[in-house]
C-alpha cells in the first residue's frame, strides 16, 4: 500500500511517549505477498509505536495539531530490511570471487574467522560490521557468530548500542576446521550458555544456538547444542543446510545412519518455528516435508548462491511444500550488505529457472526483504510492515539527484513500479535515514549510537 502519513509514538529520553507525524511516500509491505499468497486481516489495534497508518495529511494533522510533523516527502519510506543469514567476521572477505564454496572456506573465510581469536580484532570487526548492516538499512538480523566467545560479546554490545534487533550466537565446531576453531561439546554447551545468561533477552538481544554445518559439527556438538536449546527458553537456532552438491555428499559420508541433511539436525530435535536454515539449494522432497512440519525457515541467499556457483534455488517448492523463506546476504560470500540486491539476484534466478521459477513481483521482493524475515525470527507480530501497532522500524531512501533511481522514483507510475525501480537501482548509498523502534539511528548517511 502507498501512505502519505504515519503516526508513530516513539519514546524519549526521559521516558515519556511523544508522537511524531511522519509525512512520507510510504510503500509498505503488501498484506497478500506470503508464499502462497495470502491475505492477512488488517490490525485495527492501537499501537505501541504506530497508531495510525495511511490517511490524508490534512485530516490526521487537524485531530493531532501539537504533534511534530517530520517531511519525507524528498525520499521513499519502506519498513526496515530484515536479514537472516549474514556472518559477522567475514565483512573484510567480501569479494573474493572465483572459488566454489569449500575451497572458499579454506582459502577466505576460515582465515579472517581466525583473526577474531584477538578480541581487538574482533571489536574493530564488529563495528564495522554493525556500521555496514545500518548503512544497508539493516534493522533486524540473525547473524552467524564467531568461534570466540569474546567476539560474540563484542558484536552484541556493538548492536546494543544502536538498538538493532540482533539474534546471534557462538559458532560451534569440533571437526574438519582448522584447530583454533574447534571447541569440544563440553564446552560448546558452557560457553553457550554463558553468553546466552548474558544477553539473551537483554533489550533486543537474542541467543541463536549455531553449530556452523554438520560437516563440522559432530552428534556430540549437535547434541550439546540440544541441550543449550533445552536450557535457553526461547533461543533460536541457525545452521547451513543443503548448499553445495560436495558438500552434501560428505556430510552423507559423516553420517551414515541418517537419511539426509536435514535429518543431521533434526535427529537431534533442532529443527522447530525458531529455526533458520541458510541455502538449501539441493533439498530433497522428504527434506522440505520435514522443514514444513517442523515450521523452519530457510534463509535464501542467491548473491551466495550465484557467487559460489552453488546452484539456482528452488524457490517455488518451498512455498509449495509449506516451507516459509526469507532473504539473506550471506557476507562474505555474497556481494555486500544490501538486501535489494539480494532481492534482485534472487528475481534474476527465478528468471533464469524458466518455467520452474517463481515469477517474483516487486511486493513479493518487499515481502521477502521485511515481513518474511520478520515471521522467520518471530517478530512478524513486532515489525516488518507498517501496520497499526507495529514498532516503527524504518527507512528513507533519498538517492542522490540525477541518478537513475531518482530520475525513476520521480516518475514512477504506481508503488509497484516505484519499488521495482528500487529493487533494481538502490544501493547502501540511497539508504539516508534509518530508525529502530521509534528511534532514529541513521540521518543523512551518519550513524549514531543511541543515548543512554
Ligand atoms: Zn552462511
Redesign the pocket.
Known amino acids: 500500500m502507498a501512505a502519505d502519513l504515519l503516526r508513530v509514538r516513539r519514546r524519549r529520553a526521559v521516558a515519556r511517549m511523544k508522537t511524531v507525524l511522519y509525512r512520507a511516500r510510504a510503500y509498505d509491505t503488501p498484506d497478500d505477498s506470503a508464499f502462497p499468497l495470502r491475505r492477512r486481516p488488517r490490525a485495527g489495534r492501537l499501537g505501541r509505536r504506530i497508531d495510525h497508518g495511511a490517511g490524508s495529511f490534512a485530516s490526521v494533522r487537524a485531530g493531532h495539531p501539537d504533534d511534530t510533523v517530520i517531511d519525507l516527502r524528498a525520499g521513499i519510506l519502506l519498513p526496515g530490511l530484515v536479514d537472516t543469514?549474514v556472518?559477522f567476521p567475514q565483512v573484510r572477505v567480501i569479494g573474493a570471487l572465483g572459488m566454489p564454496l569449500l575451497e572458499w572456506l579454506d582459502r577466505c573465510a576460515l582465515p579472517e574467522e581466525q583473526r577474531l581469536a584477538s578480541p581487538d580484532y574482533a571489536a574493530t570487526i564488529a563495528s564495522e560490521f554493525v556500521a555496514s548492516l545500518i548503512a544497508a538499512g539493516t534493522t533486524t538480523s540473525l547473524v552467524?557468530g564467531s568461534h570466540f566467545a569474546p567476539a560474540v560479546d563484542a558484536l552484541f554490545t556493538e548492536a546494543a548500542r544502536f538498538g538493532l534487533r540482533l539474534t546471534s550466537g557462538l559458532v560451534v565446531s569440533d571437526r574438519m576446521l582448522p584447530e583454533p576453531l574447534l571447541t569440544t561439546p563440553e564446552a560448546a554447551y558452557a560457553d553457550a550458555v554463558k553468553l546466552a545468561s548474558r544477553w539473551h533477552g537483554t533489550g533486543r538481544a537474542r541467543y541463536a544456538v549455531t553449530p556452523r554445518f554438520s560437516l563440522s559439527a559432530s552428534d556430540p556438538v549437535l547434541a550439546a547444542c540440544a541441550a543449550v536449546m533445552a536450557e535457553v527458553d526461547g533461543a533460536f537456532f541457525t545452521s547451513?543446510v543443503n548448499?553445495n552438491k560436495a558438500e552434501v555428499t560428505s556430510v552423507a559420508g559423516q553420517f551414515p545412519d541418517r537419511s539426509d541433511y536435514c535429518n543431521t539436525y533434526d535427529h537431534h530435535g533442532l529443527l522447530g518455528a525458531r529455526s533458520v536454515l541458510?541455502?538449501n539449494v539441493h533439498p530433497l522432497a522428504s527434506e522440505l516435508e520435514v522443514l514444513a512440519h517442523r515450521r523452519t525457515a530457510i534463509a535464501h541467499?542467491p548473491s551466495?548462491n550465484a557467487a559460489l556457483g552453488s546452484g539456482l534455488f528452488p524457490l517455488r517448492e518451498h512455498p509449495a511444500a509449506g516451507v516459509p523463506v526469507a532473504l539473506?546476504s550471506?557476507v562474505g560470500?555474497g556481494t555486500g550488505f544490501s538486501l535489494f540486491k539480494e532481492g534482485l539476484q534472487a528475481y534474476f534466478m527465478q528468471r533464469l529457472l524458466g518455467d520452474e521459477g517463481f515469477a517474483l513481483t516487486p511486493a513479493h521482493l518487499l515481502h521477502l526483504s521485511t515481513q518474511a524475515g520478520a515471521s522467520a525470527l518471530g517478530l512478524g507480530d513486532v515489525i516488518g510492515t507498517f501496520d497499526v501497532g507495529k514498532e516503527f522500524d524504518a527507512i528513507c531512501l533519498r538517492p542522490p539527484v540525477g541518478t537513475a533511481l531518482d530520475i525513476g522514483l520521480r516518475h514512477a507510475g504506481s508503488p509497484d513500479e516505484a519499488l521495482g525501480k528500487v529493487f533494481a537501482l538502490a544501493s547502501d548509498a540511497d539508504v539516508a535515514d534509518v530508525w529502530i523502534g521509534g528511534v532514529q539511528i541513521a540521518s543523512g548517511g551518519f550513524v549514531r549510537a543511541l543515548r543512554r
Open positions: 543469514h556472518h552467524f547451513h548448499e541458510a541455502h541467499c551466495s539473506g550471506d560470500a
